[in-house]
């Protein structure tokens, strides 16, 4: 399997633009998990889904955050407009129940940057 | 709510030493799972070790071991024989269910490890 793959990988962009980030999960898995890492604020949870439904988003930071999974082999993570603090690294994860244990897959992850 | 909690922000280690990075958490939740992960220089994330709250060994995979004290609430992971390429984030982390019957994720502040040659 290729693994988690995440889109693009480095993403500059202006204050105000709409940014859209994409992940395709590990085929068979039935999670997928949006994080965001940033020095001040470590690894947060944003959102994950179970077969494509959204379990809980209360680490979305606010309405200008949404994500989709419209299919189990892809999720989408849209700022809309974005700001210079949500320059970050997000990384998309995924992972199966099978085996009970849960281990997440992490994609490459997609280097954010709005100035 | 669940808290995980690493107090060593960097370590430095010997190569060929063995090193012990500290994690202790907080749940409520009869059932949970811990794991560590680490985080090269490079940015991705490599999942190293898992343990279940039920699970009566501690876990090894390789050189890892995960020294896990259900009643002190501490899964610390053990590094034998360390590598140059050891050198790291390593990040604690669990998995447990909120108060909505979901599961939540919570990570650690990370502890950056130096095996020194």
């Known amino acids: 399997d290729a693994g988690v793959i995440q889109s693009p990988r480095h993403e500059v962009t202006e204050m105000g633009q709409e940014v859209t980030l994409r992940c395709k999960p590990i085929s068979g898995h039935d999670y997928l998990f949006w994080y965001r890492q940033t020095m001040m604020r470590g690894l947060e949870l944003l959102i994950y889904?179970?077969?494509?439904?959204?379990?809980?988003d209360s680490g979305m930071p606010e309405d200008r955050f949404s994500a989709k999974m419209p299919n189990a082999s892809f999720s989408t993570l849209k700022i809309q407009p974005s700001e210079p603090r949500d320059s970050a690294v997000y990384f998309c994860?995924?992972?199966?129940?099978?085996?009970?244990?849960?281990?997440?897959?992490f994609g490459p992850g997609t280097r954010l940057t709005v100035t | 709510a669940q808290k995980i909690t690493q107090t060593q922000p960097g370590m430095f280690v010997q190569e060929k030493e063995a090193v012990t990075l500290d994690c202790t958490y907080d749940t409520s939740d009869p059932s949970y799972g811990l794991f560590w992960y680490k985080q090269p220089s490079s940015g991705e994330m490599i999942f190293l070790i898992y343990?279940?709250?039920?699970?009566?060994q501690n876990a090894t995979e390789g050189r890892y071991s995960l020294n896990f004290q259900k009643a002190r609430k501490s899964a610390n992971l053990v590094i034998s024989a360390s590598q140059l390429g050891d050198s790291a984030m390593y990040f604690c982390?669990?998995?447990?269910?909120?108060?909505?019957?979901?599961?939540?994720?919570?990570f650690g502040t990370g502890t950056k490890l130096q095996v020194i040659p």
């Open positions: 343990q279940g709250s039920y699970d009566q």
């Open positions: 889904f179970n077969n494509n439904v959204p379990i809980d």
């Open positions: 994860a995924s992972s199966s129940y099978e085996g009970g244990n849960h281990e997440q897959y």
């Open positions: 982390a669990m998995r447990g269910l909120n108060s909505g019957g979901y599961q939540k994720v919570t």
